[in-house]
Nanobody, 125 residues
Framework: QVQLVESGGGLVQAGDSLRLSCAASGRTFSSRAMAWFRQAPGKEREFVASISASSGITVYADSVKGRFTISRDNAKNTEYLQMDSLKPEDTAVYYC??????????????????WGQGTQVTVSS
């Protein structure tokens, strides 16, 4: 069992930065790849970024590449998403997720079995 709790969302202006955190409970955090997804009103949940269990491999959506950085601290059971140069189109609820063991298609929501409750990020123009 893994429980995930996001924090760090808020209201910012275009060009600002935010750092999201995802605190995980459970002993399997360090063995699981993790990811961030987001969902804007009226849209489907979309992949943002993922990171392998050892932090050796990161994958980003094209829309955030070069602006967002995913990282993790396995000693603290915490995943992070540093978001720079934010744009109004980044406005969404952001969710962290833990990948199902053995699943490698990190861009698919079906590859994840644990989700946080989400944190709202609003970027004004």
């Amino acid at each position: 069992q893994v429980q995930l709790v996001e924090s760090g969302g808020g209201l910012v202006q275009a060009g600002d930065s935010l750092r999201l955190s995802c605190a995980a409970s459970g002993r399997t955090f360090s063995s699981r790849a993790m990811a961030w997804f987001r969902q804007a009103p009226g849209k489907e949940r979309e992949f943002v970024a993922s990171i392998s269990a050892s932090s050796g491999i990161t994958v980003y959506a094209d829309s955030v590449k070069g602006r967002f950085t995913i990282s993790r601290d396995n000693a603290k059971n915490t995943e992070y998403l540093q978001m720079d140069s934010l744009k109004p189109e980044d406005t969404a609820v952001y969710y962290c997720a833990a990948v199902k063991p053995g699943h490698i298609l990190v861009r698919l929501t079906t590859s994840y079995d644990y989700w946080g409750q989400g944190t709202q990020v609003t970027v004004s123009s």
